[in-house]
């Protein structure tokens, strides 16, 4: 089969705020390197868009990009493009592909599930394709693989300040860098691993250095989220990078944010984040309640993260906490005692959203390891992590849905004027 157009497709999230809070890099990434390895790619971005405004050109393989709770617009997708064209090829991949491979192929209109990174993969594919065939993806070496390609999409529309306006006053605009892909930790709720196997590859400083100069000089962007699983993972890189960015920082005003852990923290190193423009980092606290963080692996407990948190804040940084509601093992009382560490604790912004036991973590594939039920057979649009302001769709999947969105609401309530919906303009 000769291959003339590859067309990859980024799909709506309509549950959320606004599907234009963060552009879709997988993809991104994934047209850039095809590109720079000379093959002809394209991008049909479905983002904000409802289904009769969805234009996709016609190509000869198309690549859909989906999380769990777009699976059924990934559906959608490959169901019109075979009515269209019956033998187009076909290919998801992302992070629900690649944790149920078999039945994202057995649901849907697919030919191809790939598991992992497909950069390699859709560089090399094969002359005769099968259908109904799940293909291993290969890490891609992070430093030859180009900037994402924003130039394929209109990237202005997601270079508006959205959600992360909490981080600080004045900026306008906002871009969005990863520098490096991967977690090493085994938190029991977390599916990046079906991607990344808990392996971390990180970029070049110079490489980092080179896109935040290119964002705020092509793009004229006043903030940048470094979206790393876990920004901080290895200190003396972190120490780096500061020190490269730190002329950038003074040169055009920019602001930064990035997410990080409280089991990694150090205050000198905050201290030089704060100066070379770092204004927010965000936790993911997850709960206040020991027994609750022990089951779900998190390594931390409820001292460390208010540790944390105050450290933080001595060093100049806001902090924004996520919290999750309705883990493995919660009761009344570690819903009580996530209610109290939120209104003792100094939080600038609060997240509180209802678990989800994502396809691909430890309590979705193994939830008699936790003496957790739920339900299965609840449609997969409803494993939202995040969603609108009192989106409670991910209760469903709960066989105790009422218990969780009465926590939930104890929760919000204990946020207060600092849950993050609230200090949004």
Known sequence: MKIMLIMLIILPSPWLISDTDLPNNGVLYLASYLRAKGKDVAIADLTALPEEY??????????????????????????????????????????????????????????????????IFLDNLPERMDRKMIVKGQFVNVDESPMPARDMIDIFQYHKIGTNQVVGANAQTEGYILTGRGCPYSCTYCAQAVISEKKTRYRQIDSVKAEVEYLVKRYAVQRIYFYDDTFILD????????????????????????????????YELYKEMYESGCRQITYGVESGSDEILKLAKKGTTSDKNKSAIAMAHKSGLR?????????????????????????????????????????????????????FEFNM????????TIGRPNERSAAHIHKNSEQIIKWHALLQAAAGERNVHKLMK
């Open 54 to 119: 969805w234009k996709i050109p016609e190509a000869d393989v198309y690549g859909i990009s989906t999380t769990t709770p777009q699976f059924h617009l990934a559906k959608r997708v490959a169901e019109i493009l075979r009515q269209r064209q019956p033998n187009a090829y076909i290919i998801m991949g992302g992070p629900h592909p690649s944790a149920l491979p078999q039945r994202t192929l057995d649901e849907s209109e697919a030919d191809c599930a790939v598991i992992g990174e497909g950069e």
């Open 235 to 266: 200190k003396k890189r972190v120490w780096r990078f500061c020190e490269a960015i730190k002329p950038l920082h003074r040169a055009y005003g920019f602001d930064w944010h990035c997410l990080s852990r409280s089991n990694i923290c150090e």
């Open 377 to 384: 057979d609840a449609p997969f649009q409803h494993f939202r």
């Open 319 to 371: 902090v924004r906490a996520q919290m999750m509601v309705g883990l493995p093992g919660e009761t009344d009382a570690t819903v009580e005692a996530t209610a109290e560490f939120m209104r003792t604790s100094d939080a600038d912004s609060w997240g509180v959203h209802i678990f989800v036991p994502l396809p691909g973590s430890e309590i979705y594939h193994h939830p008699e390891r936790f003496g």
